[in-house]
């Protein structure tokens, strides 16, 4: 890990920092604790996922955390992180404002 998010981690600042404004539309997706600090993490340490892999990304949530939950649901909760930017970054590059304003109000399916 770098040294920004090794510190990051070891203060657990990740746990309790604000959504950035480009992304709070994110937060319309996800209720709950788990969920959010899940959302905040993947915010913090999207970096490693490259390098780690989806599974060991959430496996180190748990682990960095000490929240438990099932591996699965976080699987599932970060492809629904990643097919949101996905969209998201799509709707830009083709200037799809309907799709746009459906990601932003918390409507897209």
Not at 69 to 94: D, S
């Amino acid at each position: 890990m770098g040294d920004n998010l090794d510190l990051k981690l070891i203060s657990g600042e990740f746990l309790n920092e604000q959504i950035p404004q480009n992304k709070e539309y994110l937060q319309k997706y996800f209720s709950g604790d788990i969920p959010l600090r899940f959302l905040s993490y993947y915010l913090a340490f999207k970096s490693l996922i490259p390098y780690k892999g989806r599974k060991y990304f959430c496996q180190s949530f748990i682990d960095h955390t000490g929240l438990y939950c099932c591996g699965k649901q976080l699987y599932k909760l970060l492809q629904k992180i990643t097919k949101l930017e996905n969209a998201i970054e799509f709707a830009h590059r083709e200037s799809d404002l309907e799709t746009l304003a459906k990601i932003k109000s918390g409507n897209y399916r």
